[in-house]
């Protein structure tokens, strides 16, 4: 059996199964709900590092990882209202398009993303 990967905080990690996580500093593992928000953060996948079935069993889930703040706007099916991210995973309510306009630009309208009620939940209002 080979040794055990060494893991610092901030790593991507993988085991055999394609979902790719972020190893938090406080030894859990966090879910990237979907593709969308992992390429908030990353460019791309070639910093991540495999580790065992049996290791990434080994870390508990600490939650999901939001979208990073100032990429992105979100917003619920449910709810017409639209949001910027802010640090940790706090909601600012976006009142206007002219305020849309100022935070992402001209093309403010393609830079929103609906999100699952269910994922709603992992962030805040602000």
């Known amino acids: 059996m ?5 893991l610092s905080a901030g790593d991507l ?3 055999s199964g394609p979902a790719v996580y972020y190893y ?3 030894g859990k593992r966090y879910v990237f709900p979907s593709e969308r928000v992992f390429y908030t953060w990353y460019t791309g996948f070639g910093s991540v590092k495999t580790i065992s079935d049996a290791e990434l069993a080994a870390l508990q889930i600490g939650g999901n990882v939001t979208y990073r703040p100032g990429i992105r706007m ?3 099916m449910t709810d017409p209202k639209v949001y910027a991210v802010a640090a ?4 600012r309510w976006v009142q206007t398009e002219s305020v849309a306009r100022e935070l992402y630009g001209d093309t ?9 009620d269910s994922l709603f939940v992992n962030y805040s209002i602000g």
């Open 2 to 6: 080979g040794q055990a990967a060494t």
């Open 13 to 15: 990690i993988k085991a």
């Open 24 to 26: 938090g500093g406080d």
């Open 74 to 76: 979100v917003k619920i």
């Open 88 to 91: 940790h995973g706090t909601l």
């Open 108 to 116: 403010w309208a393609s830079n929103i993303d609906d999100i699952s």
